[in-house]
């Protein structure tokens, strides 16, 4: 499975922006799709997953802000993130697994795809 991230940029404070992921491969063994991110001198995390169900999770700090999303005929998936914040920049990563509890971020996902950089000016 390879995935494709796109859509990053530079945002100033209370914008919006929507990130794109492409996938593919043999995508039939996909069951959660979702987005990590990593601050400067800071750990990878989870900002949002979703099932093939489309049952998702969310980073607390995101919550309410962001959404994620698919298009199955596209073999895409979203994030779409409003009322960025400062504390919002970050490189962003698209990632799959075949396990849909890896939303809950418990666990290290199978598929990774290169960064996007978010830079949110304040």
């Known amino acids: 499975v390879q995935l494709q991230a796109s859509g990053g940029g530079l945002v100033q404070a209370g914008g919006s922006l929507r990130l794109s992921c492409a996938l593919s491969?043999?995508?039939?063994?996909?069951?959660?799709l979702g987005w990590y991110r990593q601050i400067a001198g800071k750990e990878r995390e989870l900002v949002a997953g979703i099932t093939i169900a489309d049952i998702t999770n969310y980073l607390d700090s995101v919550n309410g802000r962001f959404t994620i999303s698919r298009d199955v005929l596209k073999n895409k998936m979203y994030l779409d993130m409003d009322t960025l914040k400062p504390e919002d920049t970050a490189v962003y990563y698209c990632?799959?697994?075949?396990?849909?509890?890896?939303?809950?971020?418990?666990?290290?996902?199978?598929?990774w795809g290169q960064g996007t950089q978010v830079t949110v000016s304040s």
């Open positions: 990632v799959a697994d075949s396990d849909d509890r890896a939303i809950y971020g418990r666990r290290k996902w199978l598929y």
């Open positions: 491969g043999i995508i039939s063994t996909i069951n959660a």
